[in-house]
DNA sequence: ATGAAAGCGCTAACAC
DNA sequence: GTGTTAGCGCTTTCAT
């Protein structure tokens, strides 16, 4: 079965075999017009019949197209592999371009914080047609890295420096459908605990949450940032104890810090949501065998990820688009978690 | 900012400039020796200046070497993605790669079952300079297209079908150690949900669990293989249970199956350690945050990892391996789910 | 130490 | 409809 040392085939040698030009064989390797039915037919015999494929190699540098399309996630596999948003979108990704014949070319952080390598890596040697990239992470420098290689790119989240070519929700409108949830439930002191405030993203909820707050008279929030680090969270909660300051519902605003969160809760001895409300801005997916079933909003990962992949599959195929960014609705997870007797899903409707 | 068609820097652009010949830039790319001092200097300062990097693509036609290694993960995404073992040697396997200038290119199952596109994707047009597979799908015809394109490679686990160059844990001895633990721990009545017979390590787990049976007197056992399908598990334990066949004590031999068994069992009122006994193979991020801790085997995926990437980057290296699989040992990660009190972790040791 | 030139395997423009 | 040819951007002999 082993076999060793054959020498790779190459359109060459179909041509030889077939008595026809390299040019004719690439023409129905490519499925061009231009090539007479019966000819086809016999080269394709003869592809077949010898197993061969062409280089994909030699294909891009002649052709100047790559076939891949990078995704730059600017966390190190460590983080983003813990909590359900970027598998998601890179399991949806993967199968959307493999439809139309693209490559994922993955690119992250090989350590927490150091965003700069993952864009060099995959822009660098242009390896790919376009890319798809976080843009929580993103600044002016990164930016211009994009702009300079010139390659197309579509961003998942706003970012402050770019205002086309963008996916995302609707943060601070969610933040303020889940808020004014709580405050309708009866919470009445709301402790939010989000991630770091440059993010876009967390600017946005954080603005929802206070939103949401001013319109429900008589509940009142506090905000705290963490760096997505464990013990932090700990401390927030403990610090607000040791004050008398208890809240009486905790919204977390990343799926990564629920479980530790929860578990602090457990050690307090601090029942959900007899002694305190819990929410979460995203899901994960043990919630389905939690009990009780956590209030959370749920973001559409699988829908975001697809109107990014359209729109740079577009703009790589050099298309003009009208709608520069997506902006798609989340929705309200409802749970017992809040004191609601009945699990069920509002639609949040997007802005008008 | 935006610069557009800044037509891209080639070799020849750098040698024209510094005035040598493409080959001298060529050397000074690749450290090649056989350029002066005072020559390389100036190239690398035109380099830099320029802030010019080679074309990836055509180095890899030119030099038949593509910086690539192929990881083959036997399954579609969205189950990999939701056990922690894929992701774990996806990162340990990318920064192990980074290190020494090598990139990874994943290549999953498009749907489940469907492995072949896997190794197809990634091995014609000769993408990558090796690969690494999970074993457990791996048979004669995907053997074939290895040894066929000749590509060098390196197991995850073994398969019956080849005896060299894999990686693997001593699956058997590890679960006759965790049956061993729960006959002593007065277990009497053991259900064992493991996966797919077909699979190696299924059998030789199974083996092992048999083999500590039958010498801890009095433990009985019964065996249920499901295709990781989560209904089946609920169907397994409520027959058990309407046949008045209840075990008192589980493991679970996939940790995506866990969760769901472990709600399945709230379902039916059953509480852990007292009403039943509770241990998987594999563990969870989240087991830390369990109570009662789990009881569970742990795999040393990352050092499994890192020897596979050794492995193979011996084997393109060209370099004779007298060392043509590595068999790592596991630990027993002692929680209370099988009554005992007290937390520790037990190496096991290797088979002698 | 450096340059010249011949490919790597393919695509694409232009002939016929 | 098909063949011819000139690259794509680089590496790598082989001269010098």
Redesign the pocket.
């Known amino acids: 079965m082993k076999q060793k040392n054959i020498?790779?085939?190459?359109?060459?040698?179909?041509?030889e075999i077939?008595?026809?030009?390299?040019?004719?064989?690439?023409?129905v390797?490519?499925k061009?017009?231009?090539?007479?039915?019966?000819?086809?037919k016999t080269i394709e015999t003869i592809i077949k019949k010898l197993n061969?494929?062409?280089?994909?190699?030699?294909?891009?540098?002649?052709?100047?197209?790559t076939g891949n399309i990078g995704v730059i996630i600017p966390h190190q596999a460590e983080y983003y592999l813990s909590n359900p948003y970027w598998p998601v979108l890179l399991s949806v990704i993967t199968k959307a371009a493999a439809t139309v014949g693209y490559t994922i070319l993955l690119s992250t952080a090989l350590k927490e914080g150091d965003i700069d390598s993952a864009y060099e890596f995959i822009i660098k040697?242009k390896r790919v047609d376009g890319i798809i990239a976080g843009s929580e992470l993103l600044g002016e420098k990164q930016l211009s890295i994009l702009y300079h290689y010139n390659v197309p790119f579509v961003l998942i989240g706003k970012s402050p420096f770019v205002n086309e070519y963008y996916v995302d929700i609707e943060n601070r409108r969610a933040m303020e459908v889940l808020t004014t949830h709580l405050a309708v439930q009866g919470f009445r002191r709301i402790l939010f605990i989000c991630g770091p405030e440059t993010f876009p993203s967390v600017k946005e909820r954080v603005s929802g949450f206070y939103d949401a707050l001013e319109k429900a008279s008589g509940s009142t929030g506090i905000v705290c940032h963490t760096s997505y680090d464990k013990p932090e969270v700990k401390e927030i909660i403990q610090n607000q104890k040791e004050n008398g300051f208890l809240p009486d519902a905790l919204v977390v605003g990343a799926s990564d810090l629920v479980l530790c969160t929860l578990m602090i809760l457990r050690e307090l001895n601090m029942n959900i949501p007899g002694d305190i409300g819990f929410a979460s801005f995203d899901t994960l997916h043990m919630y389905e065998y939690f009990k009780p079933r956590i209030t959370a909003i749920k973001q559409p990962i699988k829908e975001l990820t697809k109107s990014a992949f359209e729109m740079l599959f577009a703009l790589i195929a050099g298309k003009h688009l009208i709608k520069k960014s997506k902006i798609l609705p989340c929705t309200l997870e409802i749970g017992e978690s809040c004191r609601e007797k009945e699990i069920r899903t509002i639609e949040i409707e997007t802005k008008t």
Chains 1, 2 share one sequence.
Do not use: E, F
């Open positions: 020498r790779k085939l190459t359109i060459k040698d179909v041509a077939a008595k026809v030009s390299k040019g004719t064989v690439s023409r390797l490519n061009k017009p231009g090539v007479g039915d019966k000819t086809r061969y494929s062409p280089n994909l190699i030699a294909q891009n540098l002649a052709s100047k197209k040697g």
